[in-house]
């Protein structure tokens, strides 16, 4: 299993990187690393988390207000976005089109 990042949700990781790096020195390398390690319990487990539609489910992170919105495509895992959990809420929804 595969997990591919669409370029909006890429870009939506590197912006939270580069906004926490910008908060306190090794903020935003912790930010990667736990959003790593949802992906990769989302590689493992891809059925494990909060359905928000049939075919879209979301991973939260734990320590920071974000979400990775993810759905299975064949075997692989394709990441929608790296979302934010307090703003504009289904904003990634026509990302699947």
């Known amino acids: 299993m595969t997990v591919r990042l669409l370029a ?3 870009a939506e990781l590197d912006e939270a990187i580069a906004w926490y790096a910008e908060q306190a020195p090794g903020l935003g ?5 736990e959003t ?7 590689e493992q487990h ?6 928000l539609t049939m075919y ?10 974000y979400s990775v919105v993810y759905t299975q495509d ?3 895992i394709l990441v929608l976005a790296i979302a934010h959990q307090h ?11």
């Open 74 to 76: 064949g075997t692989d």
């Open 56 to 65: 879209i489910r979301r991973c939260r992170l734990r320590r920071f207000p």
């Open 36 to 42: 790593l390690k949802a992906i990769q319990l989302i």
């Open 87 to 97: 703003r504009k809420p289904l904003y990634w929804k026509t990302r699947l089109n």
């Open 29 to 33: 390398e912790t930010f990667l690393i």
């Open 8 to 10: 909006p949700a890429q």
């Open 46 to 51: 891809p059925q494990a988390w909060h359905p």
